[in-house]
Structure formats: structure tokens, C-alpha cells
């Protein structure tokens, strides 16, 4: 017969609370599997970049990205007087929905213009005709 001690306690707790923290973890795998990029599935794609374009300074952001080339992150949103905070967090919805590509240099992260994301969109657009 097993006795409820209080070892027994912690690690039925333990092993409860393993189980929860796995099953939040491939929640949010699952959430950004949902929210992220995937080559070839044209209608997810297609959606995810109508949203990122959605917000004008975020299409502020891409033209200035396609006129000036690559550039850092403190310099694209300089005409904005936009933080840093905001601009990662721009970037990265961006970069999810692959319009524009970042890398690190060092401290400095540098972003680049992708034009194979509209050229998916296009592609979307053309195909709902």
C-alpha cells in the first residue's frame, strides 16, 4: 500500500505540472506554426502579408527598406521616431510573413527587403481571377 507522504505529493505535483508546461509548449509551437510563413501554401501566405500590410507604417517601412536598400533597424525607423521595441516587434511580423529578411551583425540588426513575398502575393491574386 502506498502512503500520501509529502514526497509522494510534491512529485505527483511535479509530474502535473510537467504535463501542463508541455502541453502549453506545443500550444504555442502549433500558434506560431499557424501565424508563420510555409512554402508552397499559397492561401495561408497570402493572408498573413494582406495583414502585415494592413498597418501603414509597417508599409512605411517597406518601401523605405525597398528604396534604400538594406539598412539597420535604428535607421529604417529614424523618420518614423519610432523605439526600437515597437520596430523589432514590426520587423518580426514581417519577417514572419517573408517580405523582408534580418540578420545580426555584432549589436546591430540588419534588415533587407524580400520581393519573393509579393511575388507570392501576385501569384495568390492572379490565381482568384
Known amino acids: 500500500m502506498k502512503y ?8 505527483t505535483e511535479e509530474r502535473e505540472k510537467w504535463r501542463e508546461d508541455q502541453a502549453v509548449a506545443l500550444y504555442k509551437q502549433a500558434e ?12 495561408k501566405n497570402a493572408w498573413l502579408i494582406l495583414d502585415a500590410l494592413g498597418l501603414p507604417a509597417r508599409r512605411a ?13 535604428s535607421k529604417l525607423g529614424k523618420p518614423l521616431a519610432a523605439k526600437l521595441p515597437w520596430l523589432h516587434k514590426q ?24 520581393p519573393a513575398g509579393f511575388a507570392e502575393l501576385a501569384a495568390w491574386l492572379v490565381s482568384r481571377r
Open 4 to 11: 500520501w507522504n509529502s514526497r509522494r505529493i510534491r512529485k
Open 32 to 43: 506560431e506554426a499557424r501565424r508563420s510563413y510555409m512554402k508552397g501554401d499559397l492561401d
Open 91 to 114: 520587423m518580426l511580423i514581417l519577417e514572419r510573413c517573408h517580405l523582408i529578411t534580418t540578420h545580426k551583425r555584432g549589436r546591430v540588426r540588419m534588415c533587407v527587403y524580400n
Open 61 to 73: 517601412l517597406l518601401l523605405r527598406l525597398k528604396k534604400n536598400g538594406a539598412m539597420s533597424l
